[in-house]
């Protein structure tokens, strides 16, 4: 312990503060404060490009799901539109097939009215013109039959005799 | 044990020339000193290699000797040095002495070379933000104490401040660690005065960056019966004042010391077993053991660098520690101890 103290130099101590002190001015104005902000500010740059880098990935990414929600409402759409032209058009084929279903019976049904009356007015006229075909040989007949003495009375001599025989 | 010890010259080698006369390689280095006369400076060529006290030199009007490395001055009238029985000298006396010893020397070539070499890399920033060369090298060691030693230990919100002192402090003994181990011989860090100088600039910036809390803490510790607490201030100020700057000034000077005389015994095995295993055996067990024993002085020597740095962040961090959000309470209204206290604890 003698030795310790004796050995412990007061000047050294003092030259040793004042080195030190300086060395710590010096050193803090010229190499640690320039060399500190440095570094920190390098850091917060590195800090913040790394931000910026996960900021553009992340909208990368935005763009992408956009994209993809876009491409998939498109092609809803499409098929939609498929579907609905589809529809559209088994309804008009429906709707012609039942519309000339409806004309062609009504068609039919007129041409049977039409051929009934047809019909109707044929058998009329022809009921017509065979009473008075009848009634016209029943004249000229009649006219021939009764056209002498002899052969009026041949014919009532033969109607007796019909009668006569039922 | 010499050559542990500080001294007033470079001495590079010594050898016995063809005359048979004993010479110093090395060169002077100046004496200046603080005597009853004044400021004296002299080269300490002057004393001849004398560490004895037999070479006088006369300046000013005073008389000076070199005795075990330091310099004396002579009473008045006095003509040599004399001595008592356990070899003190009876009528000298030592004066201040601000000389550029051994140990000045290596400080100002380390100051030199950390602003050459932390300037250099402050500069490169200016035109690069990745430094090259030298720089690349110091850039990781610069943001392994901020990131290792004064962020964790003082915090994010005020390391700022204190990492300049502490970047400063860890170079320096680190670099006079290495310094040390060269065969140049500078025993800086194993130096009681410079270690002293080191632990109490940091006992300084602690007390002075110290909150109230500190010394609420410190002086009136809350959460113990007020009878206790007197008692605990003493504790506290003695931790604070004595046991702190003194483990630190003592773990950093005796490690280097230990270290160097360790290192310089197994050298000495060279000679002491020159004679039981032979000049080829002495030789080759010296230098093998010598060898390991410098790898880990070379780890020691970054690790006491470490240490110091390490804890003179911690005394600042715990000085400066925000305490109003802390100790949280439990049901009965008993301190939680947070790790703030845990780390106390440890040191």
Known sequence: METLINDFSPGLFIVQTILLLGLIFLLVKFAWKPILNSLNERETGIQEALAAAERAKAEMQNLQADNDRMLQEARAEREAMLKEAREIKDKMIADSKEQAKVEGDKMIKQAQETIESEKKAAVAELKSQVAELSVSIAEKVLKEELSGKDKQLKLVEKMLGDIKLN | MHHIKDSHDFHLFSYTNSEGERKHVGFPLPVIVW?????????????????????????????????????????????????????????????????????????????LFMLWAFSSLARQYKNKSVPTG???????????????????????????QFTGYLLTVFFFIWILNLLGLTPFGFNVTGQL??????????????????????????????????????????????????????????????NISAGHIVVMSLIAIMFTLKDSLGVAGATGLSLILSFFITLIEVLVAFLQAYIFTMLSALFIGMAVAEHDHEHHHDAEGHDVPDAEDVRADFI
């Open chain 2, 35 to 111: 005597s009853s006369n004044g400021l004296v400076t002299f080269m300490s060529s002057q004393f001849h290699h004398d560490d004895n006290g037999e070479v006088i030199v006369e300046r000013n009007g005073s008389k000076f000797v070199k005795l075990h490395s330091k310099i004396y001055e002579l009473e008045p009238g006095a003509i040599s040095v004399n001595f008592d029985e356990s070899q003190h000298a009876t009528n000298a006396h030592k004066v201040l002495d601000f000389s550029i010893t051994k140990s000045v020397f290596g400080i100002l070539l380390v100051g």
């Open chain 2, 134 to 160: 030298f720089g690349r090298v110091l850039e990781p060691l610069v943001i392994y104490v901020r990131d290792e030693i004064a962020k964790p230990n003082i915090g994010e919100k005020k390391y700022r």
């Open chain 2, 193 to 254: 005065a410079v270690t002293a100088a080191l632990a109490i600039l940091t006992l300084i910036i602690y007390t002075f960056s110290g909150n109230k809390d500190y010394w609420m803490h410190m002086l009136w510790m809350p959460g113990v019966p007020v009878l206790i607490r007197p008692v605990t201030a003493i504790i506290e100020l003695a931790g604070a004042f004595l046991i702190k700057p003194f483990s630190l000034l003592v773990r950093l000077f005796a």
